[in-house]
């Protein structure tokens, strides 16, 4: 049965709260082209709002524009998103969502009660670009806490994007883990879907309280759901993570 030995984080979203600032590129990109989107529409009209990737939002997109006779090339909306993407980053103040930095200290610290070994390593699986994850890592001072590059796995590290588990593996391959002992937190139905097939324990940390970005998560395999970091005790979610993934009862421990 596996057990439980490394956090795995994805940035955008479930770290660092900038999907706002893609959501409103895909939409200022979408009205560039004659498509007006509000939110909602948004939601109800591109699959792949959350969690991208972009190119798949900008063939939806472009696919809108078609439906009123507007023939548009998907890769110039990708191009037009990317743009306002980068002007919205300027204007925006990028920092960990709240709750996040306590959380991580005391991941840092659980241990086995039993044997004392350190129970958890800690790796970021991102899909976004380096260019844009530097600009995110360096401004939100999320690099230094995870130990720079090397604990980072990003887009160009993989071959095939979520919901293929590459990012996954690839995350436990750095941390010294199997893919199946890690515990996953994800803002992505995308994401969660190559954590569950790898076997990875999955939580849910969306960016939006809609009952349809939460039941997206739960429909992909998600076991828990978390709105915010602040809501979270860690220690009680790691202790049942680890029963219910290995059945059978964990005692964890502090260091001060």
């Avoid at 709105?227 to 979270?232: K, N």
Wanted: charged share 25%; hydrophobic share 40%.
């Amino acid at each position: 049965m596996p057990t439980i030995k490394s956090i795995a984080f994805d940035l955008e979203g479930t770290v660092v709260d900038v999907e706002k600032a893609h959501h409103l590129g895909h939409i200022r990109a979408a009205e560039e082209f004659g498509v007006t989107l509000t939110l909602d529409d948004c939601f109800r009209l591109l699959p792949h709002f959350i969690g991208g990737p972009d190119d798949q939002v900008a063939w939806e997109i472009a696919n809108l524009a078609s439906e009123s006779n507007r023939q548009v090339d998907y890769k110039d909306v990708l191009e037009a998103k990317k743009r306002h993407y980068r002007d919205v980053l300027k204007e925006i103040d990028i920092k960990p969502r709240p709750g996040f930095i306590d959380f991580f200290a005391f991941a840092q610290n659980l241990i086995y009660e039993d044997d004392g070994i350190k129970l958890f390593g800690h790796t970021i699986g991102s899909l976004t670009e380096r260019e844009y994850a530097e600009i995110l890592l360096y401004r939100s001072g999320i690099l230094d806490l995870f130990g720079g590059y090397d604990n980072v796995v990003l887009r160009e590290d993989v071959q095939n994007p979520k919901p293929a588990p590459d990012v996954w593996i690839e995350t436990a391959r750095r941390a010294g883990v199997n893919p199946d002992e890690q515990i996953i937190f994800e803002d992505s139905p995308r994401g969660v879907e190559g954590g569950v097939q790898i076997g990875a324990y999955c939580i849910g940390m969306p960016t939006y309280n809609r009952p349809d970005a939460v039941t997206s998560l739960v429909k992909a395999g998600v076991k828990r759901v978390f709105m915010s970091w602040d809501e979270i005790n860690p220690e009680a979610l790691f202790f049942n993570a680890y029963h219910e993934h290995e059945d059978k009862t964990l005692k964890i421990s502090y260091i001060n």
